[in-house]
């Protein structure tokens, strides 16, 4: 028996029979993130189905050979023509032949750039765009923007400075000296490519501007601010006489177009300081929002805040979903957006108005000194969260005395079961959905043969701790607290293995091993080449514990810099002293939403924990970093999972159908694609996330005499 991919024209007859207008987007197409041009994360090729699947096999494997102890490759790759493009740990540029994973071409950036050694963050894609024999591979590498022929690897010397664009550059400010890299990759609408950026959480952050870069020039095409400037709309949701230096509010997510309107749809999230917003009194337009914006001018068009005056650091978290489905009757074009709070905000496309209704809420008010929270929050009536919304007394975790009774001890002082309760200054919070979410930067996948969206997640629950910044009177310890407290601690132990312990580095490092290390990064530390050469040397000080004291002085009357009055004591998951989660299970999830209704279809545990097996405590899922992608075969596939596997389940139903261990934890979304008559399935295995790096793209096909008999 031959597999064939069935007819574009036939495979939506039937979903489409009542379609006042047919969509013309390619299905089979994987040339952008997210898949289609639509961003759904759905192929519409058969040949792999729920009849065979179990049968896949690995067709070809490519190893990058530049993992490091703790790096990460967070890509989906891209397919153009039969070339497969991606990046590598160490952000190397490649092509491969789709079909063997034979390399034809890779480009190591910092060949141009200069600094081999230098932070550039993580990287979850690039972006292709042609015109006529002009074709052209776009990526990110730290605070750069660089272009490539895509069929040579060759820098294209004609784009910016000689093939690179610095993203530090033309923001509408005075400052260029920023930690910027941008992990996601841009969209590309006609000749532009629209851009965002990732970075840093402290109140020394960029204004997370939204910019379209002219694709051939690389010049700066049109600009959006996300946080307005004085005459624009929104500048009154901000405290005029620090909104100057508010940054953040940025896109790090991605953005989907949709081509045949010409909108672009941005994603954006929280403005800094996360947890404390004493400087930024108001709702903070257009942190935390959905922007619709004209792709060609970068006006906007409409736009929805889903938290007001966040300190939750509730950003949003993946790009949104371009779908079309069925209510009362009619079809509708909508923009579907999942967040870390566990809810799916869906609108129509061209009105923005919401396709079921959202309630303001009345939440629970800060008590934080300096602190003025929303009086309510925006919630959503449906679609039907896709994780439960509140941590409370009945989901301590409990599968052993001892386990249940050492959450029970770190819980004693804290405000649970509240999803909105903002930082206490006295009392930890619980933050469910913790930090990671709910929905991840993986996005979701929809099918829209079946008008359903698949979305996995996290279900566990994160501490928040508040403290004064013991500062205004420890320089050292302010300015630790600022660049590194959220992510070591305030108490520099950190959250071995993903955040190593800075105590003790008098033992490993000297004040110049140390200075260079702040300098040019490493792993998922970033530099700190941004900050002036007085801050770190004050901070290198403190951290080998030469000014323990730190300098007296007041802080804010020797400078114009910002130092919030609150510090959040470090990124904390609420977890046993074994480091099991401290809620009940399951801990990862997987859910079918029709979006038709907005009711859940099926939802199923994602993921396992090997040693909990054993133990007799199965279907616990385990925390998840990475996408669905649906097929028109039948198949949902999704890795994701720490446990380092790689599952395709039956999109129906949600058995089980196949799955298969990876070289490493396939943090990631797979890319799925034809060539030669044969269907692949590919997936990064980079691990990081507490599990062991990798360096390896594993393809996996049928075996060839179930293609050709």
């Not at 490649?94 to 990287?123: C, H, K, M, Y």
């Not at 396709?355 to 934080?368: H, L, N």
């Not at 599952?647 to 060539?675: I, Q, S």
């Amino acid at each position: 028996m031959t597999f064939k991919k069935i007819p574009i024209a036939f495979a939506w007859l039937l979903a489409f029979a009542c379609s006042e207008k047919a969509p013309d987007i390619d299905y089979t197409n994987w040339s952008h993130y997210g898949g289609p041009e639509d961003g759904s994360r759905y192929s519409a090729l058969t040949q792999i189905n729920t009849g065979n699947v179990a049968q896949l096999e690995v067709a070809w494997t490519y190893r990058t050979g530049d993992a490091t102890e703790r790096s990460q490759i967070q890509c989906q790759p891209i397919v153009v023509d039969g070339l497969l493009y991606a990046t590598t740990p160490k952000l190397n540029v490649f092509a491969l032949d789709a079909a063997s994973g034979e390399e034809i071409w890779r480009f190591d950036p910092f060949q141009v750039l200069g600094g081999e050694n230098s932070w550039a963050g993580t990287n979850r894609g690039v972006s292709y765009w042609e015109e006529g024999k002009d074709k052209r591979i776009l990526f990110t590498a730290g605070h750069w923007l660089l272009a490539v022929n895509a069929l040579t690897g060759e820098p294209i010397t004609s784009f910016g400075d000689q093939g690179k664009v610095d993203l530090r550059k033309d923001l509408d400010t005075d400052l260029e000296e920023f930690l910027i890299v941008s992990n996601a990759p841009g969209v590309i609408f006609e000749d532009k490519l629209i851009l965002g950026m990732r970075l840093s959480e402290g109140l020394d952050a960029a204004p997370g501007h939204i910019r379209a870069f002219n694709v051939k020039t690389g010049k700066r095409e049109w600009i959006f601010h996300t946080i307005p400037q004085a005459g624009e709309a929104g500048y009154e949701t901000w405290d005029p006489k620090y909104i100057h230096q508010m940054g953040a509010a940025n896109n790090w997510a991605g953005m989907t177009v949709d081509q045949d309107r010409g909108i672009v749809f941005v994603p954006t999230g929280s403005a800094t300081y996360d947890f404390w917003g004493g400087y930024r009194t108001g709702d903070n337009l257009y942190a935390n929002s959905l922007l619709a914006l004209d792709a060609r001018t970068g006006k906007r068009i409409w736009h929805f805040q889903a938290v007001h005056h966040d300190v939750w650091d509730r950003d949003f978290p993946a790009n949104p979903n371009l779908i079309r489905i069925q209510k009362d009757g009619k079809w509708i074009d909508a923009v579907a957006q999942i967040s870390k709070q566990g809810y799916t905000y869906v609108f129509d496309r061209e009105t923005s108005n919401p396709i079921w209704p959202i309630k303001e809420t009345t939440v629970t008010q800060s008590v934080m000194p300096g602190e003025i929270s929303s009086k309510t929050q925006p919630i959503p009536s449906l679609p039907e969260p896709f994780m439960n919304m509140a941590f409370e007394e009945k989901d301590i975790l409990n599968l052993t005395p001892a386990w249940e009774n050492d959450i029970r001890n770190q819980l004693s002082n804290a405000i649970i079961g509240d999803t909105w309760a903002p930082p206490h200054p006295e009392k930890p919070i619980v933050l469910f959905p913790g930090m990671d979410g709910g929905a991840e930067w993986g996005g979701a996948s929809f099918d829209p043969e079946t008008q359903t969206m698949y979305i996995n997640a996290n279900q566990i629950p994160w501490l928040i701790e508040m403290t004064p910044n013991a500062s205004f009177g420890n320089v050292g310890l302010s300015i630790y607290s600022n660049y590194c407290g959220n992510c070591h601690g305030l108490d520099r132990k950190g959250n071995p293995p993903a955040l190593p312990s800075l105590l003790g580095l008098k033992e490993k490092y000297s004040a110049d091993s140390l200075n260079q290390l702040l300098q040019k990064g490493r792993g998922a530390m970033p530099a700190f080449s941004h900050i002036s050469a007085e801050e770190r040397g004050i901070l290198i000080d403190y951290l080998l514990g030469k000014a323990d004291t730190g300098d007296k002085k007041e802080l804010e009357t020797e400078s114009s810099k910002l130092y919030p009055r609150y510090y959040m004591k470090g990124y904390q998951r609420l977890t046993t002293k074994e480091g099991i989660y401290g809620s009940n299970p399951p801990w990862g999830l997987l859910t079918a939403i029709d979006m038709n209704t907005g009711l859940k279809k099926w939802q199923i545990p994602l993921g396992t924990i090997d040693s909990l097996k054993s133990k007799g405590f199965e279907n616990t899922g385990i925390e998840n970093y990475g996408g669905p992608v649906a097929t028109a075969g039948g198949v949902l596939f999704i890795a994701a999972t720490k446990d380092e596997k790689i599952r395709a389940f039956n999109k129906v139903t949600g058995e089980l159908l196949w799955e298969a261990k990876l070289p490493a934890a396939g943090h990631a979304t797979p890319a799925v694609y034809e060539k030669n008559g044969k269907q692949f399935l590919v997936i990064a295995c980079g691990g990081g996330k507490g599990t062991p790096s990798g360096d390896a793209y594993v393809a996996f096909a049928l075996p060839d005499h179930l293609i050709h008999p």
